[in-house]
């Protein structure tokens, strides 16, 4: 709960979300990133990037406190209970949702619950800079002050907390909690549109019908395998991440969070990545859930054939291909930067989102939807250029700057040519898959001649390479490889990689950044594939413990200290920790 140079640990916030834009609460009650209206529009609070001047929402005893917080079971609204040594107050969280669905405007509800004794409360609401392109000013209308920055217009609504000062570039209060009593303030916000000033009634009730949202949505959710409560708070960890308005998934809610504490590895995941999202469909599909997987998938074939037939690394929320780079000139979280907005990757060649892309429509078409002709058509063309494209260079799926005959791109090949003969013979695509199943023998052989060492015992990360990839732990659930060259390179990816229940991605990594919490349950997926399932719930019991106190994670962790690193929450982490946990079940369910 302590802060250094005004920054929050990252494993110290929690996530809300409303369908459309995420908030991250430290637990010191403090909002430090809330972009507005979407997760990718400029936030106008961002402290957790600019302390001093990146925007704050703050509500906290006045008093030192002590916390304990969680999740309304169900949701994504946080409750947090404060203690003084004069009482007890609960705060709930919420990123309110209407009665239709996502609101058309954003609106944050903060309930303060008086539980024992009294309790002083201060808070402020002080929106920032929006990355060093705004500066917010207070303007007073005939139904109250309101906050505007650039195109943002925002206002303060609050419940039995009439004492309210106003600056000109802040909104602060304060009040006193006794047992029973209830206060609110909430924050309601547009872009460049009319604001709607909701009664603040109606945003405390608010609350409680986002509960109502959250718990309905949680019913459709089938898993009843083992840890039950992991994979149910990672499966609404994702839904934080799936953007409504499109249907695409974004694949982390934060800019810029780095991945090392020296600099310099610092991105923008507020994008849809063709491998993140395959990831997240399959893990949907598996929980019997609808609505979001024909929209990921639906939204994502759209992209494609708007863009560009050969498929990109990742797109927009709102569907466009991305633009260049920009770094804003405030500090970054804890003055380690840069900060960025937009990410280099995009004009990658990155050969494994062909086989993510295939992967999506197979377990769309197996789960038993049926594609349209012009669909079939645009992937049968896909097929072809992967037949011809295998044998090139590229950037692989760790996005990295030295082009090689990455093993785990490879591998994304193969997936994508046995998933195009697959979908041929089910009559969803044209075409004679002959080509496509030659070119899946070639791959094979090239896989398993040149990439594996008998040295080593393990697929290297590329032939000729010194090191390891832990991405080639996905052979075992593309159903490439279960048998004992990956049993051994599972062992041989421990020796060399692992630290603890923990992996870095490849070899020589681990001077640059921390673990990579995805890595680990790879491992756990693919112990579960080649019949070592006694190993893999016995890292999957640890793994699941290495989230923070809410469960949630970031994308690294530093495994001397457990200590977060990198964006946050990360869709990866929780993608990987479901799908260890479904394979697993799956597994036990098959020798049962």
């Not at 002080?126 to 917010?136: C, E, H, Q």
């Not at 249907?247 to 063709?274: C, F, H, Q």
């Not at 005959?405 to 490879?410: E, G």
């Not at 998933?419 to 052989?445: K, N, T």
Request: charged residues 25%.
């Amino acid at each position: 709960m302590s802060r250094q140079d005004g920054y929050a640990a990252i494993e110290d916030y929690a996530a809300i979300g409303d369908g459309r834009t995420v908030a991250l609460i430290a637990d010191d009650g403090r909002i430090d990133w809330l972009p507005i209206p979407n997760l990718d529009s400029p936030p106008p609070f961002a402290a957790v990037l600019d302390a001093e001047h990146g925007g704050t929402f703050a509500l906290a005893p006045v008093e030192p406190f002590s916390v304990e917080r969680e999740f309304v079971e169900g949701t994504n609204v946080l409750t947090t209970l404060y203690t003084t040594d004069t009482g007890t107050v609960r705060v709930t969280d919420s990123l309110n949702t209407g009665v239709a669905g996502r609101l058309p405007w954003v609106e944050l509800g903060r309930r303060i619950d008086g539980v024992q004794g009294t309790v002083d409360m201060a808070w402020k609401v002080a929106p920032g800079t929006m990355l060093g392109i705004a500066s917010p000013w207070a303007y007073d209308t005939q139904h109250g002050t309101v906050l505007r920055a650039d195109g943002l217009t925002m206002a303060v609504r609050t419940l039995e907390a009439d004492d309210v000062t106003v600056g000109d570039q802040i909104i602060d209060g304060a009040f006193t909690t006794a047992p029973g009593s209830r206060h609110l303030i909430g924050l309601v916000g547009t872009e460049n549109e009319p604001l709607h000033l909701p009664e603040p009634i109606k945003v405390d009730e608010g609350i409680d019908r986002t509960v109502g949202n959250w718990r309905m949505w949680s019913d459709e959710f089938h898993y009843d395998g083992p840890w039950k409560e992991h994979v149910a708070r990672s499966a609404l960890a994702l839904k934080l991440l799936l953007h409504s308005p499109s249907g695409a998934i974004a694949a982390a809610a934060t800019t810029s969070l780095p991945e090392n504490r020296t600099g310099g590895k610092n991105w923008d995941y507020r994008y849809a990545w063709v491998r993140d999202t395959a990831y997240t469909i399959r893990a949907l599909i598996r929980f019997g859930l609808r609505e979001e997987v024909h929209a990921a998938v639906a939204w994502l074939l759209k992209v494609i054939r708007l863009n560009d037939p050969l498929v990109n690394v990742f797109y927009t929320l709102g569907g466009e291909l991305p633009g260049g780079t920009e770094q804003p000139d405030v500090p970054g979280w804890r003055g380690v930067g840069p900060v960025v907005n937009g990410n280099a990757a995009a004009d990658q060649l990155q050969l494994g989102i062909f086989g993510d892309l295939f992967a999506i429509v197979r377990l769309y078409v197996d789960a038993g939807n049926v594609l349209d002709a012009e669909t079939g058509r645009l992937l049968a063309t896909i097929a072809d250029e992967a037949c011809d494209s295998w044998q090139r260079r590229d950037a692989g799926i760790w996005e990295l700057e030295d082009e090689q005959h990455y093993t785990s791109s490879k591998l994304g090949c193969w997936q994508a040519l046995d998933c195009a003969v697959h979908l041929a013979e089910e009559g969803q695509i044209p075409g004679v898959a002959d080509r496509w199943r030659a070119e899946r023998g070639r791959i094979r052989r090239y896989v398993e001649e040149e990439c594996w060492s008998e040295e080593r015992q393990a697929y290297l990360a590329y032939p000729g390479a010194d090191g390891l990839d832990a991405s080639v732990l996905l052979a075992a659930e593309m159903d490439f490889d279960r048998g004992e060259r990956l049993s051994s390179t599972i062992d041989a990816l421990g020796r060399e990689l692992g630290v603890g229940p923990h992996l870095y991605r490849y070899s020589g990594v681990d001077k640059e950044e921390a673990t990579f919490v995805a890595c680990g349950f790879w491992r756990v997926s693919a112990l579960a594939c080649v019949g070592r399932d006694a190993e893999a719930s016995e890292l999957m019991d640890q793994l699941v413990e290495t989230s923070n106190d809410v469960g949630l994670y970031s994308e690294m962790i530093d495994a001397s200290d457990g200590s977060f690193l990198g964006n946050f929450p990360q869709g990866l982490s929780h993608l990987a920790l479901v799908n260890a946990a479904l394979t697993i079940a799956h597994s036990h369910d098959a020798t049962n």
